[in-house]
């Protein structure tokens, strides 16, 4: 089978990274053209199904044939080796979630749920301090004496015995709970500062 069927049937999804980002500079070199898409790779390689991929070598591929260059492009793919290409089975679904974009998934829907329960403790405190953002809960809670990875219980102690009114310790030992419950989660913050951050996002209202 020729490289051109190979890639065409998505056997050959397309070139690693680092091969695949030489042959865009060739391409962009020799045709002078500005609307080259990018290769999928750093980030977007993790992010990007195989479908993607190799329909992004495709259009590549079309643009070399457009500049009259598609020989010299599959000269330059042809001198790769098996291992600087990205190989599957053929047949490619465009609507495979890659494991990056799942976890991406994962991780929001577990604190979207994390943020619905502790939207009430949220505003509640806002009504009595007049803010419920990330800076102002984080240095409560390090006036409190409450540090990351302390168990429950003790953070709860050391709130208890604060100068707090009942209403705001009961709040705050609710809010180090609902931290404290989902820190061991994998999609979880194991930080009280990042908690915090992230759970006064407010691109985590019930609206998503």
């Known amino acids: 089978m020729e490289l051109k069927e190979k890639i065409e049937e998505g056997i050959y999804v397309c070139p690693m990274p680092i091969p695949w980002n030489t042959f865009w ?12 898409p990018l290769p999928l790779v750093m ?29 010299e492009a599959y000269q330059f793919l042809n001198k790769l080796e098996d291992s600087e290409w990205s190989i599957s089975s053929g047949n490619l679904n465009p609507n495979v979630t890659t494991a990056a974009v799942q976890w991406e998934i994962d991780w929001s829907d577990a604190k979207r749920k994390n943020y619905r329960e502790a939207q009430p403790i949220l505003s509640a405190l806002e009504k009595v301090l007049g803010h419920k953002d990330y800076d102002l809960l ?5 006036d409190l004496g409450v540090h990351d990875r302390q168990d429950v219980a003790e953070a709860h102690n050391l709130i208890f015995r604060s100068d707090l009114p009942e209403m705001q310790k009961k709040l705050f030992k609710d809010l180090y709970s609902l931290y404290d419950g989902q820190k061991d989660d994998q999609h979880g913050d194991d930080a009280l500062d990042g908690y915090l951050i992230d759970v006064t996002d407010k691109n985590f209202d019930d609206e998503k």
Do not use: C
């Open 25 to 36: 500079h060739w391409l962009n070199d020799n045709t002078q053209h500005n609307e080259i």
């Open 43 to 71: 980030s977007a390689w993790w992010y990007a199904n195989d479908y993607s991929k190799n329909l992004r070598l495709k259009e590549q591929l079309d643009i070399a044939d457009k500049y009259g260059l598609i020989e």
């Open 138 to 142: 984080d240095e409560v809670f390090k």
